[in-house]
Structure formats: C-alpha cells, structure tokens
C-alpha cells in the first residue's frame, strides 16, 4: 500500500494520469483543468460532441490505457456527451467516465446508469467533484 | 333523492304521461286504473333508482311484453275479458318502458363519452402546462448551472489556497463574469415574467417602430439583411409602454435577421385592421428565411424554447414578446413556412377594453 502511487498524488516518476474533459463552455473547462491538475491530472479538453468524438476516435485506435477518466457535459453542440460515450462504449472498458449535467432528468440518470458511469449534477463542490473523480477511478480499475 | 331528477329524466316521464293521455281516450276507467297501477312502480322505479335496477325492469318488462301476447291470445279464447286486458296492458306498457330504458342508456352513453373527451382534454392542458414550467426549470437549471458552477470552484480553489497565485487574477475575473451573465439571465426572467404595472402612455406606434428599426439597421447591414419599413399614413396613438414595445419589435426583427444567414429582405410593417369588428394595430415582421419546423412551431413561444446554437439565443426572445403583448392585451400570431420564412403578427387592439382572452402565464398555441 505504502508504495502504490496514489492516483491524486502521482509521484513525479510515474506519468501523471490523463483525463479529458468535455464541455461546450469555456470557463467550465478552464475551471475544471485547474481542479484536476491540482489533483495531479494531465488534462486534455474537447469543446463540443464532435471533438469528444474524434478524441475517442483516436483513443480507440492508439489502444493506450490512458485517459483513465472522461469527463463528459452531456448537453453540448453537435453531439451530447450521452451519444457520444454510448457510441464509444466498447473503447470506455476499464476506464472511468463521469458526466456533469444541470438538469439530471430521469432519461439522463437511466442512459448514464445503463454506461456504468458517474452522474454529477452542477453545480457541485471542488470537494463532491474529488471524491467522486476519486471513486470513478477505484470503481473503473476494479475488476468487475 | 330529489336531486336524482334531472333533465334527462324529464324527457322520459313527458313521453309516458303523453301517451297514458292519448291512451285514455280509448280506454275505460278500469283499463286508466290498471294502467297507472302499472306504470308508476315501473316508471318511478327506473327514475329513482340505478341503472341497474333500470335494466332488470326493461327485462321484467319485455317479458311482460311477450307475455301480454300470448296471454291476451289465451285470455281472448277463453273470454276472460279481465285477465286479457290485464295482459295486454302490462305488454304495452312493458314495451313503453322499454323504449324509456333504450332512450335512457342513450343518452347516457352520449353523456358518458362528452365527459370522457373532456376530461381528456383538461389532461392535456394540465400536462401541457407541467410541460412548460418543466422546460422552464430545465432551462434555468441549465442556464444558471454552469455559471454558478464556475463561480463556486474557482472561489474553492482560491479560498483553499490551491490555485496557483499566477492564476488566482484569473479565477476571481471568472468569478466576476460569470455573476454577470447570471445576473443578465435572471434579469431576462424577470423581463419575461413581469406581468403589469408597467409605465403606459398615448405613443405614436409608427414612432416607436421606426426608431426600433433604426437602431436594428446597422446590425442588420452587417449580415447582408435589407429592413424595410412600412409605416400607416395617418399616425396610430395607443397607450403603451414604448420600451417594452420597442422590445418586441427588436426580437422579432432579431430573430428575423438570424433567419437569413445568407442575407435577405424583412418587412417590418405596421397597419391598421379590423378583426372581429374591432380596430386593431397589427404590427407584421416577415423575413425570407429558413422558416419555423412545422413541429417546432407550438413551442416558439416556450420559454428557453432556441432553434438557434448555442451562445446566439437563450429561447427568451418569443416568450418576452409574447409576455409583452399579452400584457397590453394583445396576442403574436405566427405564420411560417419551412424554407420559405416566416411572418409575425403582434395585434393589439386599439379600442379601449377591447381586450384579447389571453392565458394567466404561458401560450398553449
């Protein structure tokens, strides 16, 4: 346990993890980039469903394990983060996902279930958003 | 009891009492009595009592009916003239009730489905209008979540002291902006949900119209779009509130202008008419451009409701108008065409207390 390098505090030898972030507003993608390279994450952003959707594109086709985690708007231009993940499905195995949304509505909570994946409404605390990018990552490395 | 005999039931006692009148010309005193002696329990029994008991006695009295025919048959041979009369009485009446009973179930059947289809249509209007405020509180979630999620990370990650100080200018001027456009969009609601009150006076409505469009003209310019004014010759004074109005027609000339990214011409025309024989100022803005989906077109006037992207409309724009009008006691109408354009008509009436019945909040088009 002592020597397993924590997630949210990689040591400088291991590459820091990989996430990337989904969202149409700009000042939400800042933010988030600041909130998670202060948890020691190498961020990489998508502004609209289109751009997440080349992103998985290209992760599908490296086959690499990184980003461990998507986090993903799930209203955005061209493509919502929903469609995008559920047409990328297969290429998300082991990997974390997370999707913000302001309006958490029923179909939105069951098609985020149905991923496996995390569902944090906004607006939410640095600390909600640690602890649950934290329990994403536990979950998603798991073996199920 | 009393309040079991309602109309309906009235209908069914007029047609037996008729023909017991019409009846009694050709009849004795005997036939009269035995007749009435008949017909009150029946008829008084379907009345006062369920369906239920209605339909044992049209039973009871169909029987009663071939009976009677058989019995005045068996009766007449053996001259028996009482026990003929009796049964040939109780037959008739017994097909009387009958048709009571038929018409009855009728009328009830009609009933039943005239209440049905109202009761339908009330759920309609109940789920259209939980529809609106859903959207409503979709839209202002949506609208104020994200801003609101900015503010309270970056003022976390400063307060915490986990923003690094080169960049802790930054998050406060995040924090600053994003109060801004919260406070822009809940002003925007109240634009939309203010309901009265507002500074009224006699204005010359073609003024108002042209000083709108004047100010519209270089942003129009801009995307390749001709304003053409059409303004009445003689001047239209109603009372208004001149900055709300200028309001309306700067959002319709707005989405107007956003309908021809390609260019085009809109004709903003104000006019007096007549509808329903009372003097109305109709103020039309027509464009040329993409047009309204046909299935869009009962939503134009929901609030957050924007067929535009992200970042060029808040799907405010209709249901302030709508809001403005309606409280001057005036009504938009849309006319569109996909691919074509389309065409909006604010009417408001010009004569005083010549009002429009307008919903309390929202347009159920």
């Known amino acids: 346990m ?62 690499g394990s990184e980003p461990s985690l998507v986090i993903a708007d799930v209203y955005m ?21 997370i999707f913000i949304t ?5 179909v939105v909570s069951r098609r ?18 640690s602890d649950c990018v934290r329990s994403s990552l536990r979950r998603a490395r798991a073996p199920s | 009891m009393i309040e079991r005999i309602d109309r309906r039931s009235v209908v069914p006692l007029a047609l037996v009492a008729s023909l017991l009148i019409g009846l009694g010309d050709f009849m004795t005193g005997v036939e009269v009595a035995f007749t009435l002696l008949y017909i009150f329990p029946i008829a008084l029994g379907t009345w006062f009592r369920d369906r239920a008991f209605g339909n044992s006695l049209a039973v009871l009295s169909a029987l009663l009916s071939v009976a009677g025919e058989l019995g ?3 009766g007449h041979g053996m001259h028996l003239h009482a026990v003929s009369m009796l049964w040939n009485h109780g037959g008739s009446l017994g097909i009387f009730v009958l048709c009571v009973e038929v018409l009855r179930r009728l009328r009830a059947y009609v009933e039943g489905e005239r209440q049905s289809r109202q009761l339908a249509v009330e759920q309609l209007r109940h789920a259209e209008r939980l529809n609106v405020i859903g959207k409503l509180a979709a839209g202002v979630a949506h609208e104020l979540g994200t801003p609101l999620n900015v503010i309270a990370t970056n003022a976390e990650l400063v307060d915490a002291g986990q923003a ?60 390749h779009v001709e304003l053409e004014l059409s303004l009445p010759e003689e001047p239209i004074l109603l009372e208004v509130n001149h900055l709300e109005l ?64 992200v970042g060029e409309g808040t799907g405010l724009g209709l249901a302030v108008a709508y809001g403005i009008v309606a409280d001057h006691g005036g009504r938009v109408s849309v006319a569109t065409e996909w691919g074509r354009g389309s065409r909006f008509d604010v009417i408001l009436p010009l004569a005083a207390g010549a009002t429009y019945k307008t919903s309390a909040t929202l347009p159920t088009v």
């Open chain 1, 102 to 106: 302001a309006f958490p509505d029923a």
């Open chain 2, 246 to 309: 200028g309001q309306v027609l700067s959002n319709l000339a707005l989405n107007a202008v956003q309908a021809m990214p390609k260019g085009g011409r809109s004709l903003v025309e104000l006019r007096r008419d007549q509808e329903r024989g009372h003097p109305v100022a109709v103020l039309s803005v027509s464009d040329e451009g993409t047009g309204i989906r046909p299935e869009d077109v009962p939503r134009v006037f929901d609030p957050f409701f924007t067929t535009k992207g």
């Open chain 2, 72 to 74: 005045w048959r068996v």
């Open chain 1, 112 to 129: 985020v279930q149905a991923l496996g994946a995390d569902l944090l409404p906004k607006p939410f605390t640095l600390r909600a958003f």
């Open chain 1, 2 to 63: 002592s020597n397993e390098v924590s997630v949210e505090r990689p040591s400088t030898v291991r590459r820091q993890p990989r996430v990337l972030v989904a969202d149409d507003s700009t000042e939400q993608r800042w933010t988030l980039r600041l909130a998670l390279s202060m948890m020691g994450f190498e961020v990489r952003e998508a502004a609209d469903g289109r751009e997440l959707f080349w992103a998985l594109e290209e992760l599908s086709r490296s086959g």
């Open chain 2, 164 to 223: 690094p100080p080169e960049l802790v200018h930054r998050c406060c001027r995040l924090i600053i902006e994003q109060s801004e456009r919260m406070a822009a969009i809940i002003r925007q609601l109240l634009d939309f949900g203010r309901r009265g009150g507002s500074d009224r006076h006699a204005t010359d409505l073609g003024a108002v119209v042209e000083s709108t469009v004047r100010l519209l003209e270089p942003l129009a310019r801009k995307r």
């Open chain 1, 77 to 97: 231009p061209t493509y919502d983060g929903l469609e995008v993940l559920e047409a990328w499905r297969d290429a998300m195995a082991g990997r974390a996902v």
